[in-house]
Protein backbone atom coordinates (compact mmCIF):
# COMPACT_ATOMS: atom_id res chain seq x y z
CA UNK A 1 0.00 0.00 0.00
CA UNK A 2 2.92 2.64 0.71
CA UNK A 3 4.68 1.57 -2.73
CA UNK A 4 1.24 2.22 -3.97
CA UNK A 5 0.94 5.64 -2.50
CA UNK A 6 4.17 7.02 -3.47
CA UNK A 7 4.09 5.91 -7.20
CA UNK A 8 0.52 7.60 -7.03
CA UNK A 9 2.02 10.49 -5.69
CA UNK A 10 4.73 10.91 -8.73
CA UNK A 11 2.12 10.01 -11.31
CA UNK A 12 1.22 13.50 -13.81
CA UNK A 13 -2.27 12.44 -13.78
CA UNK A 14 -3.00 14.33 -10.81
CA UNK A 15 -2.67 18.06 -12.77
CA UNK A 16 -5.75 20.63 -12.38
CA UNK A 17 -6.43 18.96 -16.43
CA UNK A 18 -6.86 15.81 -15.23
CA UNK A 19 -9.15 16.20 -12.21
CA UNK A 20 -11.67 18.01 -14.02
CA UNK A 21 -13.10 15.13 -16.14
CA UNK A 22 -12.83 12.79 -13.05
CA UNK A 23 -15.56 14.68 -11.46
CA UNK A 24 -17.96 15.05 -14.36
CA UNK A 25 -17.40 11.24 -14.34
CA UNK A 26 -18.26 10.69 -11.00
CA UNK A 27 -21.26 12.97 -11.33
CA UNK A 28 -22.19 11.08 -14.61
CA UNK A 29 -22.17 7.59 -12.52
CA UNK A 30 -24.37 8.90 -9.62
CA UNK A 31 -27.38 10.25 -12.43
CA UNK A 32 -26.79 6.73 -13.81
CA UNK A 33 -26.99 4.93 -10.83
CA UNK A 34 -23.64 3.55 -11.48
CA UNK A 35 -21.65 1.60 -9.36
CA UNK A 36 -18.13 2.23 -10.92
CA UNK A 37 -16.69 -1.20 -10.87
CA UNK A 38 -16.97 -2.48 -14.68
CA UNK A 39 -18.43 0.15 -16.35
CA UNK A 40 -17.72 -0.13 -20.02
CA UNK A 41 -18.72 3.46 -21.78
CA UNK A 42 -16.60 5.39 -18.73
CA UNK A 43 -13.59 7.61 -20.68
CA UNK A 44 -11.59 6.75 -17.20
CA UNK A 45 -11.35 3.00 -18.62
CA UNK A 46 -8.96 4.00 -21.47
CA UNK A 47 -6.72 7.26 -21.26
CA UNK A 48 -5.82 8.82 -24.06
CA UNK A 49 -4.13 6.06 -26.91
CA UNK A 50 -2.14 5.96 -29.58
CA UNK A 51 -4.60 7.39 -32.65
CA UNK A 52 -4.74 4.34 -35.00
CA UNK A 53 -7.57 1.85 -36.08
CA UNK A 54 -7.73 -0.70 -33.57
CA UNK A 55 -8.02 -4.53 -35.57
CA UNK A 56 -11.36 -5.60 -33.70
CA UNK A 57 -11.12 -8.44 -35.53
CA UNK A 58 -7.56 -9.81 -34.69
CA UNK A 59 -8.20 -8.59 -30.87
CA UNK A 60 -10.96 -10.87 -30.61
CA UNK A 61 -8.87 -13.60 -31.48
CA UNK A 62 -5.92 -12.71 -29.27
CA UNK A 63 -8.47 -12.12 -26.50
CA UNK A 64 -10.42 -15.34 -26.98
CA UNK A 65 -13.88 -13.60 -27.28
CA UNK A 66 -16.37 -14.01 -30.01
CA UNK A 67 -16.46 -11.07 -32.12
CA UNK A 68 -19.66 -10.68 -33.28
CA UNK A 69 -21.56 -10.91 -30.01
CA UNK A 70 -24.79 -8.57 -29.96
CA UNK A 71 -24.59 -5.58 -27.12
CA UNK A 72 -26.42 -6.88 -24.10
CA UNK A 73 -28.88 -4.87 -22.00
CA UNK A 74 -26.30 -3.49 -19.83
CA UNK A 75 -23.71 -2.85 -22.68
CA UNK A 76 -21.38 -5.30 -21.53
CA UNK A 77 -20.15 -5.82 -25.32
CA UNK A 78 -21.14 -5.27 -28.44
CA UNK A 79 -21.36 -6.40 -31.98
CA UNK A 80 -18.22 -5.25 -34.27
CA UNK A 81 -20.24 -3.11 -37.03
CA UNK A 82 -17.65 -1.33 -39.11
CA UNK A 83 -17.01 1.76 -37.43
CA UNK A 84 -15.59 4.95 -38.49
CA UNK A 85 -15.59 6.98 -35.48
CA UNK A 86 -12.14 6.40 -33.11
CA UNK A 87 -14.14 6.47 -30.18
CA UNK A 88 -16.55 4.03 -31.23
CA UNK A 89 -13.80 1.62 -31.76
CA UNK A 90 -12.05 2.45 -28.38
CA UNK A 91 -15.41 1.51 -26.69
CA UNK A 92 -15.59 -1.81 -28.76
CA UNK A 93 -12.42 -2.83 -27.99
CA UNK A 94 -12.73 -1.78 -24.56
CA UNK A 95 -15.72 -4.31 -24.50
CA UNK A 96 -13.80 -7.19 -25.50
CA UNK A 97 -11.32 -6.72 -23.27
CA UNK A 98 -14.26 -6.72 -20.52
CA UNK A 99 -15.72 -10.07 -22.33
CA UNK A 100 -12.23 -11.51 -21.90
CA UNK A 101 -11.66 -10.65 -18.17
CA UNK A 102 -15.13 -12.06 -17.22
CA UNK A 103 -14.40 -14.79 -19.21
CA UNK A 104 -11.01 -15.59 -17.31
CA UNK A 105 -11.98 -14.56 -14.01
CA UNK A 106 -12.69 -17.63 -12.09
CA UNK A 107 -16.94 -18.11 -11.39
CA UNK A 108 -17.76 -17.70 -7.34
CA UNK A 109 -17.92 -21.08 -5.77
CA UNK A 110 -21.52 -22.47 -4.75
CA UNK A 111 -20.65 -22.69 -1.23
CA UNK A 112 -18.67 -19.63 -0.51
CA UNK A 113 -18.51 -20.51 3.19
CA UNK A 114 -15.97 -24.11 2.18
CA UNK A 115 -14.11 -22.60 -0.98
CA UNK A 116 -13.89 -18.98 -0.52
CA UNK A 117 -10.10 -19.50 0.33
CA UNK A 118 -9.25 -21.19 -2.55
CA UNK A 119 -11.08 -19.04 -4.70
CA UNK A 120 -9.47 -16.09 -3.69
CA UNK A 121 -6.42 -18.01 -4.71
CA UNK A 122 -7.40 -18.90 -8.08
CA UNK A 123 -8.15 -15.29 -8.43
CA UNK A 124 -4.77 -14.25 -7.55
CA UNK A 125 -3.17 -16.45 -9.44
CA UNK A 126 -5.14 -15.35 -12.38
CA UNK A 127 -4.98 -11.57 -12.71
CA UNK A 128 -1.47 -11.43 -13.01
CA UNK A 129 -0.73 -14.49 -15.50
CA UNK A 130 -3.66 -12.88 -18.01
CA UNK A 131 -1.84 -9.13 -17.69
CA UNK A 132 1.10 -11.11 -18.61
CA UNK A 133 -0.05 -13.17 -21.17
CA UNK A 134 -1.73 -10.44 -22.98
CA UNK A 135 0.17 -7.27 -22.41
CA UNK A 136 3.12 -7.63 -24.61
CA UNK A 137 0.05 -8.58 -27.37
CA UNK A 138 -1.76 -5.49 -26.90
CA UNK A 139 0.96 -3.07 -26.09
CA UNK A 140 1.08 -2.56 -30.14
CA UNK A 141 -2.52 -1.80 -29.97
CA UNK A 142 -1.92 0.92 -27.70
CA UNK A 143 -4.83 -1.25 -25.22
CA UNK A 144 -2.07 -2.66 -22.24
CA UNK A 145 -3.70 0.36 -20.08
CA UNK A 146 -7.38 -0.56 -21.00
CA UNK A 147 -6.52 -4.39 -20.29
CA UNK A 148 -5.02 -3.32 -16.63
CA UNK A 149 -8.29 -1.28 -15.94
CA UNK A 150 -10.65 -3.98 -17.06
CA UNK A 151 -9.07 -6.11 -15.07
CA UNK A 152 -8.69 -3.70 -12.06
CA UNK A 153 -12.34 -2.70 -12.58
CA UNK A 154 -13.67 -6.15 -12.66
CA UNK A 155 -12.00 -8.02 -9.65
CA UNK A 156 -12.97 -4.95 -7.51
CA UNK A 157 -16.33 -5.69 -8.89
CA UNK A 158 -15.91 -9.83 -8.44
CA UNK A 159 -14.67 -9.04 -4.72
CA UNK A 160 -18.01 -6.90 -4.20
CA UNK A 161 -20.34 -9.66 -5.23
CA UNK A 162 -18.33 -12.14 -3.20
CA UNK A 163 -19.04 -9.50 -0.04
CA UNK A 164 -22.87 -9.13 -0.72
CA UNK A 165 -22.78 -13.47 -0.38
CA UNK A 166 -20.67 -13.71 2.49
CA UNK A 167 -22.95 -14.29 5.54
CA UNK A 168 -19.72 -15.30 8.79
CA UNK A 169 -17.58 -13.22 10.76
CA UNK A 170 -14.62 -15.35 9.58
CA UNK A 171 -15.39 -15.40 5.56
CA UNK A 172 -15.69 -11.33 6.13
CA UNK A 173 -12.61 -10.99 7.95
CA UNK A 174 -10.54 -13.37 5.03
CA UNK A 175 -11.80 -10.99 2.46
CA UNK A 176 -11.09 -8.05 4.29
CA UNK A 177 -7.70 -9.60 4.68
CA UNK A 178 -7.35 -10.14 1.35
CA UNK A 179 -8.28 -6.49 -0.19
CA UNK A 180 -6.04 -4.60 2.14
CA UNK A 181 -2.85 -6.95 1.96
CA UNK A 182 -3.43 -9.38 -1.05
CA UNK A 183 -4.32 -7.05 -4.15
CA UNK A 184 -2.05 -4.74 -4.17
CA UNK A 185 0.53 -7.22 -2.84
CA UNK A 186 3.79 -8.61 -4.88
CA UNK A 187 1.14 -11.90 -5.53
CA UNK A 188 -1.37 -10.00 -6.98
CA UNK A 189 -1.09 -6.27 -8.68
CA UNK A 190 2.43 -5.79 -7.07
CA UNK A 191 4.03 -9.05 -8.57
CA UNK A 192 7.81 -8.80 -10.23
CA UNK A 193 6.85 -9.69 -13.09
CA UNK A 194 4.25 -6.75 -13.70
CA UNK A 195 6.93 -4.27 -13.21
CA UNK A 196 7.22 -3.20 -16.56
CA UNK A 197 3.46 -2.60 -17.26
CA UNK A 198 3.06 -1.60 -13.44
CA UNK A 199 -0.37 -2.15 -12.81
CA UNK A 200 0.04 -0.27 -9.41
CA UNK A 201 0.02 3.13 -11.13
CA UNK A 202 -3.41 2.66 -12.96
CA UNK A 203 -4.94 1.80 -9.80
CA UNK A 204 -8.23 3.93 -8.97
CA UNK A 205 -7.87 4.34 -5.44
CA UNK A 206 -11.37 5.71 -5.21
CA UNK A 207 -12.66 2.20 -6.14
CA UNK A 208 -10.33 0.52 -4.05
CA UNK A 209 -10.91 2.40 -1.33
CA UNK A 210 -14.76 2.33 -1.47
CA UNK A 211 -14.61 -1.25 -1.91
CA UNK A 212 -12.50 -1.43 1.68
CA UNK A 213 -15.25 0.71 3.18
CA UNK A 214 -17.75 -1.77 2.01
CA UNK A 215 -16.11 -4.84 3.35
CA UNK A 216 -15.52 -3.28 6.37
CA UNK A 217 -19.25 -2.14 7.04
CA UNK A 218 -20.06 -5.43 5.75
CA UNK A 219 -17.35 -7.51 8.18
CA UNK A 220 -18.87 -5.06 11.34
CA UNK A 221 -22.52 -5.75 10.49
CA UNK A 222 -21.48 -9.85 10.36
CA UNK A 223 -19.96 -9.57 13.95
CA UNK A 224 -22.97 -7.23 15.57
CA UNK A 225 -25.06 -10.48 14.10
CA UNK A 226 -22.66 -13.16 15.59
CA UNK A 227 -21.74 -11.80 19.01
CA UNK A 228 -25.30 -11.22 19.57
CA UNK A 229 -26.10 -14.81 18.67
CA UNK A 230 -23.54 -16.11 20.55
CA UNK A 231 -24.28 -13.65 24.05
CA UNK A 232 -27.71 -15.04 23.20
CA UNK A 233 -26.65 -18.26 23.68
CA UNK A 234 -24.70 -17.97 26.71
CA UNK A 235 -27.53 -16.32 28.58
CA UNK A 236 -29.89 -19.32 27.48
CA UNK A 237 -27.27 -21.77 29.02
CA UNK A 238 -27.24 -19.74 32.18
CA UNK A 239 -31.19 -19.93 31.88
CA UNK A 240 -31.39 -23.70 32.24
CA UNK A 241 -28.14 -24.18 34.17
CA UNK A 242 -28.01 -25.41 37.84
CA UNK A 243 -25.50 -23.53 39.31
CA UNK A 244 -24.54 -26.38 41.85
CA UNK A 245 -21.09 -26.16 43.18
CA UNK A 246 -18.78 -27.19 40.34
CA UNK A 247 -16.29 -24.68 39.36
CA UNK A 248 -17.11 -24.63 35.72
CA UNK A 249 -20.22 -24.31 36.14
CA UNK A 250 -19.74 -21.01 38.39
CA UNK A 251 -16.66 -19.64 36.15
CA UNK A 252 -18.49 -20.91 33.08
CA UNK A 253 -20.59 -17.31 32.13
CA UNK A 254 -17.91 -14.57 32.37
CA UNK A 255 -15.26 -17.31 30.75
CA UNK A 256 -17.58 -17.67 27.59
CA UNK A 257 -18.81 -13.93 27.26
CA UNK A 258 -14.97 -12.76 27.89
CA UNK A 259 -13.91 -15.17 25.03
CA UNK A 260 -16.94 -14.14 22.36
CA UNK A 261 -16.47 -10.33 22.87
CA UNK A 262 -12.53 -10.60 22.58
CA UNK A 263 -12.17 -13.22 19.68
CA UNK A 264 -13.67 -10.94 17.12
CA UNK A 265 -10.90 -7.87 17.87
CA UNK A 266 -8.14 -10.41 18.48
CA UNK A 267 -8.88 -11.70 14.87
CA UNK A 268 -9.13 -8.07 13.03
CA UNK A 269 -6.27 -7.35 14.67
CA UNK A 270 -3.98 -9.24 12.20
CA UNK A 271 -5.55 -7.02 9.79
CA UNK A 272 -5.39 -3.73 11.47
CA UNK A 273 -5.09 -2.07 14.61
CA UNK A 274 -7.79 0.60 13.55
CA UNK A 275 -10.02 -1.76 12.73
CA UNK A 276 -9.37 -3.85 15.72
CA UNK A 277 -10.70 -0.93 17.99
CA UNK A 278 -14.20 -0.71 15.57
CA UNK A 279 -14.93 -4.32 16.04
CA UNK A 280 -14.43 -4.14 20.00
CA UNK A 281 -16.67 -1.44 19.65
CA UNK A 282 -19.32 -3.40 18.39
CA UNK A 283 -18.85 -6.50 20.82
CA UNK A 284 -18.97 -3.75 23.87
CA UNK A 285 -21.88 -2.48 22.52
CA UNK A 286 -23.75 -5.60 22.14
CA UNK A 287 -22.18 -6.77 25.41
CA UNK A 288 -23.91 -3.83 27.20
CA UNK A 289 -27.03 -5.01 25.98
CA UNK A 290 -26.48 -8.43 26.79
CA UNK A 291 -25.29 -7.33 30.58
CA UNK A 292 -28.51 -5.16 30.85
CA UNK A 293 -30.55 -8.57 30.67
CA UNK A 294 -28.47 -10.55 32.46
CA UNK A 295 -28.89 -7.86 35.42
CA UNK A 296 -32.43 -7.30 35.16
CA UNK A 297 -32.93 -11.40 35.31
CA UNK A 298 -30.19 -12.04 38.67
CA UNK A 299 -32.01 -9.26 40.23
CA UNK A 300 -35.32 -11.13 40.26
CA UNK A 301 -33.57 -14.42 40.69
CA UNK A 302 -31.14 -13.53 43.49
CA UNK A 303 -33.95 -11.15 45.22
CA UNK A 304 -35.90 -14.68 45.46
CA UNK A 305 -33.18 -16.68 46.84
CA UNK A 306 -32.23 -13.78 49.95
CA UNK A 307 -35.90 -14.41 50.92
CA UNK A 308 -35.35 -18.34 51.42
CA UNK A 309 -35.28 -19.32 54.57
CA UNK A 310 -31.92 -21.15 54.09
CA UNK A 311 -30.56 -19.54 50.99
CA UNK A 312 -27.28 -20.87 49.08
CA UNK A 313 -24.91 -18.18 48.70
CA UNK A 314 -22.92 -19.94 45.82
CA UNK A 315 -25.40 -18.11 43.29
CA UNK A 316 -24.53 -14.92 44.95
CA UNK A 317 -20.54 -15.24 44.48
CA UNK A 318 -20.72 -16.77 40.71
CA UNK A 319 -22.59 -13.23 40.25
CA UNK A 320 -20.14 -11.22 41.95
CA UNK A 321 -17.26 -13.19 40.21
CA UNK A 322 -18.70 -12.77 36.89
CA UNK A 323 -19.12 -8.95 37.42
CA UNK A 324 -15.64 -8.59 38.70
CA UNK A 325 -14.26 -10.56 35.64
CA UNK A 326 -16.08 -8.55 33.09
CA UNK A 327 -15.73 -5.30 34.62
CA UNK A 328 -11.85 -5.70 34.60
CA UNK A 329 -11.69 -7.40 30.94
CA UNK A 330 -13.25 -4.21 29.84
CA UNK A 331 -11.42 -1.57 31.54
CA UNK A 332 -8.30 -3.71 30.21
CA UNK A 333 -9.32 -3.14 27.14
CA UNK A 334 -10.91 -0.02 26.60
CA UNK A 335 -8.06 2.10 24.54
CA UNK A 336 -10.00 3.56 21.54
CA UNK A 337 -13.57 2.79 22.69
CA UNK A 338 -15.72 5.59 23.22
CA UNK A 339 -15.62 6.31 27.09
CA UNK A 340 -19.17 6.66 27.74
CA UNK A 341 -20.01 3.01 26.71
CA UNK A 342 -17.28 2.29 29.10
CA UNK A 343 -18.66 4.04 31.78
CA UNK A 344 -22.55 2.42 30.99
CA UNK A 345 -21.02 -1.28 31.10
CA UNK A 346 -18.76 -0.31 34.59
CA UNK A 347 -22.31 1.50 35.73
CA UNK A 348 -24.08 -1.48 35.02
CA UNK A 349 -21.88 -4.46 36.50
CA UNK A 350 -21.30 -1.96 39.82
CA UNK A 351 -24.87 -1.70 40.47
CA UNK A 352 -25.30 -5.20 40.07
CA UNK A 353 -22.37 -5.95 42.55
CA UNK A 354 -23.49 -3.34 44.90
CA UNK A 355 -27.18 -5.14 44.75
CA UNK A 356 -25.94 -8.89 45.27
CA UNK A 357 -23.47 -7.47 47.94
CA UNK A 358 -26.53 -5.87 49.87
CA UNK A 359 -28.66 -9.36 49.42
CA UNK A 360 -25.73 -11.12 50.94
CA UNK A 361 -25.16 -8.85 53.87
CA UNK A 362 -28.88 -8.60 54.97
CA UNK A 363 -28.69 -12.52 54.93
CA UNK A 364 -25.62 -12.22 56.83
CA UNK A 365 -27.74 -9.91 59.32
CA UNK A 366 -30.11 -12.13 59.56
CA UNK A 367 -28.35 -14.95 60.47
CA UNK A 368 -25.97 -12.86 62.85
CA UNK A 369 -29.07 -11.81 64.88
CA UNK A 370 -30.89 -15.25 65.29
CA UNK A 371 -27.54 -17.02 66.62
CA UNK A 372 -26.32 -13.30 69.16
CA UNK A 373 -30.31 -12.81 70.21
CA UNK A 374 -30.25 -16.62 71.55
CA UNK A 375 -26.30 -16.42 72.66
CA UNK A 376 -26.93 -13.15 74.71
CA UNK A 377 -30.68 -14.41 76.21
CA UNK A 378 -29.86 -18.26 77.15
CA UNK A 379 -27.73 -19.98 79.35
CA UNK A 380 -26.50 -22.67 76.50
CA UNK A 381 -23.40 -21.21 75.15
CA UNK A 382 -24.51 -20.69 71.56
CA UNK A 383 -21.76 -18.72 70.21
CA UNK A 384 -20.44 -21.75 68.27
CA UNK A 385 -23.90 -22.32 66.40
CA UNK A 386 -22.96 -19.03 64.87
CA UNK A 387 -19.76 -20.01 63.80
CA UNK A 388 -21.39 -23.33 62.33
CA UNK A 389 -24.09 -20.62 60.15
CA UNK A 390 -20.93 -18.72 59.12
CA UNK A 391 -18.89 -22.02 57.64
CA UNK A 392 -22.36 -23.27 56.32
CA UNK A 393 -23.31 -19.75 54.18
CA UNK A 394 -19.51 -19.40 53.17
CA UNK A 395 -18.09 -22.38 52.51
CA UNK A 396 -14.15 -22.10 51.11
CA UNK A 397 -14.55 -21.29 47.08
CA UNK A 398 -11.35 -22.05 45.34
CA UNK A 399 -12.60 -20.29 42.36
CA UNK A 400 -13.40 -16.94 43.84
CA UNK A 401 -10.93 -15.91 46.74
CA UNK A 402 -11.06 -12.60 45.65
CA UNK A 403 -14.60 -12.23 45.76
CA UNK A 404 -14.77 -14.17 48.83
CA UNK A 405 -12.43 -12.30 50.81
CA UNK A 406 -14.38 -8.95 50.07
CA UNK A 407 -17.86 -10.70 51.02
CA UNK A 408 -15.96 -12.11 54.10
CA UNK A 409 -14.64 -8.64 55.10
CA UNK A 410 -18.02 -7.11 54.98
CA UNK A 411 -19.58 -9.91 56.81
CA UNK A 412 -17.01 -10.15 59.36
CA UNK A 413 -17.69 -6.49 59.74
CA UNK A 414 -21.01 -6.38 60.15
CA UNK A 415 -21.22 -9.85 62.59
CA UNK A 416 -18.49 -7.94 65.12
CA UNK A 417 -21.04 -4.62 64.78
CA UNK A 418 -23.59 -6.70 65.78
CA UNK A 419 -22.13 -8.82 68.54
CA UNK A 420 -20.79 -5.58 70.22
CA UNK A 421 -24.59 -3.74 70.06
CA UNK A 422 -26.13 -7.18 71.73
CA UNK A 423 -23.02 -7.09 74.11
CA UNK A 424 -23.97 -3.36 75.73
CA UNK A 425 -27.98 -4.09 75.48
CA UNK A 426 -27.35 -6.85 77.81
CA UNK A 427 -26.60 -6.58 81.89
CA UNK A 428 -22.61 -7.72 83.07
CA UNK A 429 -24.92 -9.19 86.52
CA UNK A 430 -27.06 -11.55 83.54
CA UNK A 431 -24.12 -12.19 81.64
CA UNK A 432 -21.95 -13.44 83.99
CA UNK A 433 -25.22 -15.58 85.07
CA UNK A 434 -25.40 -17.25 81.54
CA UNK A 435 -21.52 -17.44 80.78
CA UNK A 436 -19.04 -16.74 83.41
CA UNK A 437 -17.78 -14.76 86.35
CA UNK A 438 -15.07 -13.13 83.77
CA UNK A 439 -17.62 -11.63 80.98
CA UNK A 440 -14.55 -9.89 79.56
CA UNK A 441 -12.97 -13.38 78.97
CA UNK A 442 -15.90 -14.75 77.44
CA UNK A 443 -15.81 -11.63 74.98
CA UNK A 444 -12.31 -12.38 74.13
CA UNK A 445 -12.25 -15.48 73.56
CA UNK A 446 -15.27 -15.60 71.19
CA UNK A 447 -13.73 -12.20 69.51
CA UNK A 448 -10.44 -14.40 68.55
CA UNK A 449 -12.72 -17.55 67.34
CA UNK A 450 -14.80 -15.35 65.12
CA UNK A 451 -11.36 -13.65 63.98
CA UNK A 452 -9.94 -17.17 63.30
CA UNK A 453 -13.10 -18.77 61.68
CA UNK A 454 -12.90 -15.63 59.39
CA UNK A 455 -9.39 -15.98 58.08
CA UNK A 456 -9.42 -19.60 57.90
CA UNK A 457 -12.52 -18.57 55.00
CA UNK A 458 -10.50 -15.71 53.49
CA UNK A 459 -7.14 -15.59 54.38
CA UNK A 460 -5.82 -11.85 54.92
CA UNK A 461 -9.04 -10.16 55.80
CA UNK A 462 -8.95 -7.41 57.88
CA UNK A 463 -9.10 -7.75 61.27
CA UNK A 464 -12.54 -6.07 62.59
CA UNK A 465 -12.58 -7.83 66.42
CA UNK A 466 -10.32 -5.16 67.70
CA UNK A 467 -13.02 -3.56 69.38
CA UNK A 468 -14.38 -6.72 70.69
CA UNK A 469 -10.44 -7.22 71.97
CA UNK A 470 -10.73 -3.91 74.38
CA UNK A 471 -13.57 -5.11 76.04
CA UNK A 472 -12.08 -7.29 78.99
CA UNK A 473 -9.09 -4.59 79.20
CA UNK A 474 -11.98 -1.75 79.86
CA UNK A 475 -14.08 -3.82 82.32
CA UNK A 476 -10.03 -4.18 84.42
CA UNK A 477 -9.51 -0.41 83.90
CA UNK A 478 -10.12 0.50 87.57
CA UNK A 479 -9.15 4.57 87.68
CA UNK A 480 -10.49 7.75 85.25
CA UNK A 481 -6.98 7.89 83.52
CA UNK A 482 -6.97 4.09 82.60
CA UNK A 483 -10.09 4.11 80.89
CA UNK A 484 -9.26 7.19 79.06
CA UNK A 485 -6.12 5.54 77.94
CA UNK A 486 -8.14 2.34 76.71
CA UNK A 487 -11.05 4.44 75.22
CA UNK A 488 -8.59 6.63 72.98
CA UNK A 489 -6.55 3.32 72.28
CA UNK A 490 -10.03 2.23 70.76
CA UNK A 491 -11.18 5.25 69.27
CA UNK A 492 -7.59 4.83 67.21
CA UNK A 493 -8.15 1.27 66.31
CA UNK A 494 -11.25 0.54 65.69
CA UNK A 495 -12.90 1.48 62.82
CA UNK A 496 -16.23 0.29 63.80
CA UNK A 497 -16.81 3.48 66.37
CA UNK A 498 -15.84 6.39 64.00
CA UNK A 499 -19.25 4.00 61.84
CA UNK A 500 -21.25 4.08 64.92
CA UNK A 501 -20.93 7.04 67.49
CA UNK A 502 -23.56 5.43 69.82
CA UNK A 503 -21.40 2.56 70.24
CA UNK A 504 -18.19 3.62 72.61
CA UNK A 505 -20.51 6.01 74.82
CA UNK A 506 -23.18 2.92 75.28
CA UNK A 507 -19.79 1.21 75.92
CA UNK A 508 -18.91 3.55 78.95
CA UNK A 509 -22.19 3.30 80.28
CA UNK A 510 -22.37 -0.25 79.83
CA UNK A 511 -19.07 -0.96 81.70
CA UNK A 512 -20.97 1.12 84.79
CA UNK A 513 -19.23 4.91 84.20
CA UNK A 514 -21.78 7.76 85.15
CA UNK A 515 -23.37 10.06 82.40
CA UNK A 516 -20.96 12.79 83.68
CA UNK A 517 -18.26 10.48 83.44
CA UNK A 518 -18.99 9.35 79.88
CA UNK A 519 -18.95 13.37 79.24
CA UNK A 520 -15.27 14.01 80.84
CA UNK A 521 -14.15 11.00 78.67
CA UNK A 522 -15.49 12.16 75.39
CA UNK A 523 -14.48 15.89 75.94
CA UNK A 524 -10.94 14.40 76.58
CA UNK A 525 -10.67 11.85 73.18
CA UNK A 526 -12.46 15.33 71.40
CA UNK A 527 -9.58 17.65 72.59
CA UNK A 528 -7.21 14.91 71.63
CA UNK A 529 -8.50 14.85 68.22
CA UNK A 530 -8.84 18.99 67.56
CA UNK A 531 -4.89 19.26 69.67
CA UNK A 532 -1.39 18.08 70.48
CA UNK A 533 -0.04 17.72 73.16
CA UNK A 534 3.30 20.04 74.28
CA UNK A 535 6.43 17.95 73.86
CA UNK A 536 7.79 18.00 77.22
CA UNK A 537 4.60 17.49 78.71
CA UNK A 538 4.22 15.07 81.42
CA UNK A 539 0.12 14.26 81.91
CA UNK A 540 -1.20 10.89 81.12
CA UNK A 541 -2.76 11.96 77.55
CA UNK A 542 1.32 12.16 76.50
CA UNK A 543 1.72 8.79 75.55
CA UNK A 544 -1.46 9.05 73.44
CA UNK A 545 0.24 11.36 70.84
CA UNK A 546 0.86 9.21 68.15
CA UNK A 547 -2.96 7.56 68.42
Same mark, same amino acid.
Given at each position: ???????? !???????????????? +????????? /????? +???????? #??????????????????????????????????????????????????????????????????????????? +???????????????????????????????????????????????????????????????????????????????? !???????????? !???? %? *????????????????? @???????????????????? =?????????????? %???????????????????????????? @???????????????????? %??????????????? +?????????????????????????????????????????? /????????????? *????? /??????????????????? /? %???????????????? $???????????? @???????? #???????????????? =? *???????????? $?????? $????????????????????????????????????????????????????????????????
Amino acid at each position: MKKFLKIR !KRSKSWGADSRKPLIE +NNNNDIQDG /YSGYD +NPLDQNTC #TTQVEKEIPLQELAELLGVTPDVNPSEDGSCCSLRPETDSAQQKQRAVRLIQASVSQHLPKPPSDLDQNLHQHLI +NVQETVPNELLRLSPLLEEMGLTECLINCYHRQTLGHIDELLKNVQSCKKSFVLMNWILHMYLSQELLGHPDLQKMDPME !KVDLLLFTELAA !KAKN %K *LLDNVQKQVRAHLENIL @QIERRQDVGDKEETCIGLYI =NTIGCIHAMPKEAQ %KISSKLSDEVREVCFQELLMFLERYASE @QTEILGKKAKMDKPETIHFF %KTLKTCKELKQHVQT +NSKGINESLIQKIAATLENMEDFTLKLLMEIVDHMAEIHLKN /YFKTENKQFFFLI *LGVKA /YFPKLSWCQDVQKRVMDEA /Y %KLIAHTYLRHLIRSSQ $KKLRKCWSTDVG @QTVTEDAE #TLHDTISDLAPGVQQW =N *LMLLKVQELLKD $KDSDAV $KLTAASMLKECPTWREDKELLPTLLRWKGLSAWEVKEVLEVLDSLSECRPRPRSVTWYSCLICW
